[in-house]
Every structure is written in C-alpha cells, then in structure tokens.
C-alpha cells in the first residue's frame, strides 16, 4: 500500500504477501534466504501476528537480536480465537528465547505479563511525540459550519474497531450531557460514519 512505497524510497522493502504465498513453501523459503543473505542487524515485530513471524525469521537466520512490540492491552472479549493461541505462543517464546518486548503503557505490560510474557527483557516507550512549535487552532477558520464558541471541543482519532471502545467514550459524553455541559465532539478515524453502532 501506501506506506510500502513511500519505505522504498529510502529503504529495501521485502512484501511476503501471506494471505498468497504462506503456503507457497517454495516462495517463502526464497523470501526467507534473501532476508538471510542480507546480514540484518536486529528484527523487529509489531503486535501479535508480526511478533510471531518475526520470531520464526529470527531463528531461520539465526539472529538472536529480537524486538517485539505490543501495542495496548490483551483483552479476551475482543480478541478472535486464532489470535489468542498465537498470543500464548508468544508468550512461552519470549521467556523461553529471552526476547525483548516493548510495550507503549504499564497496563498493558501488567496485563502481559500476568499471561506469561518475559518480564526480565520488558522495555517502555509510551505514545505521544514532542512539538517544538506551538500548534494554534482557529476554529472559525477551520470549521465553518460548526458553532464553537462558549463550550468544550472533545476529539478522538481512531478507526471503528471494538478496540478503540467508542462504546466508552459515548457512555461517558452521555453523563456530561446529562448535567448540562456544552460541549462539540470530533471524530476522525477509517470507517467513522453514522451507520455506526457503538
């Protein structure tokens, strides 16, 4: 997609295509000895699914400098069948191999190593950047059609996902509603519209 080509500008990019060629063994093997040959430094997996990928390629190429990161809690409700038993082979292979794991918040570092994840290698980097500038916002530049003055502006970015728990954020409004306080909510994120049920 967009992020693929925008990574080959300045880097190499490799595309495995799993949904087509994971059991294409032939494929896979020749993508696998091209990332051998390319004498990679560290690896690094991104949330459950890449974490055990990453693992798997690290150990093919016998590279031991393995990073994991997860990104928010482990909530069972929300979480599909297959990625669960996924999600515990990960844990019993990060104390197992020592991996390191990188979490963005303590809760979500407690709520992983409650179920099994190395404890020993955990590493914390939280969300959010620093802004040397001071951002303005003008709102009756931006929003015209929308009347701001004299009340609160609520924002929220994030795709429509039981993850992202809109349930929670409306509930909460509803009790600001309910005692009289002005207030305009925006919402950002793929898939937001008003056929929505939260």
């Not at 082979?89 to 809760?107: A, E, G, P, T």
């Not at 950047?129 to 502006?153: A, E, M, S």
């Amino acid at each position: 997609g967009k992020i693929e080509e925008l990574l080959k500008r300045i880097t190499t990019v490799i595309n495995f295509n799993l949904k087509e060629n994971f059991f294409k063994i032939r494929i896979f093997y020749k993508l696998l000895v091209n990332i051998k040959n390319m004498k990679i430094d560290a690896i690094q997996g991104w949330m459950y699914h890449g974490n055990f990928f990453s693992f798997f390629i690290g150990f093919f190429i016998n590279n031991k400098n393995i990073n994991w990161n997860i990104r928010g809690p482990y909530d069972t409700k929300l979480t599909k069948f297959s990625t669960k038993i996924i999600l515990y082979i990960c844990s019993f292979f990060s104390k197992l191999f020592k991996i390191k794991v990188i979490y963005n918040s303590n809760y979500a570092l407690s709520n992983h190593t409650k179920i099994g994840y190395n404890l020993k290698n955990t590493f914390m980097i939280h969300n959010g950047y620093q802004i040397k500038k001071k951002l303005t916002f003008n709102r009756q530049k931006k929003f015209k059609k929308i009347n701001f003055n004299k009340c609160l502006v609520i924002g929220n970015v994030a795709r429509y996902d039981s993850h992202k728990d809109h349930l929670n954020l409306f509930s909460s409004l509803y009790l600001l509603k309910k005692k009289n306080y002005k207030f305009k909510l925006l919402i950002v994120g793929e898939n937001i519209n008003f056929r929505n049920k939260s």
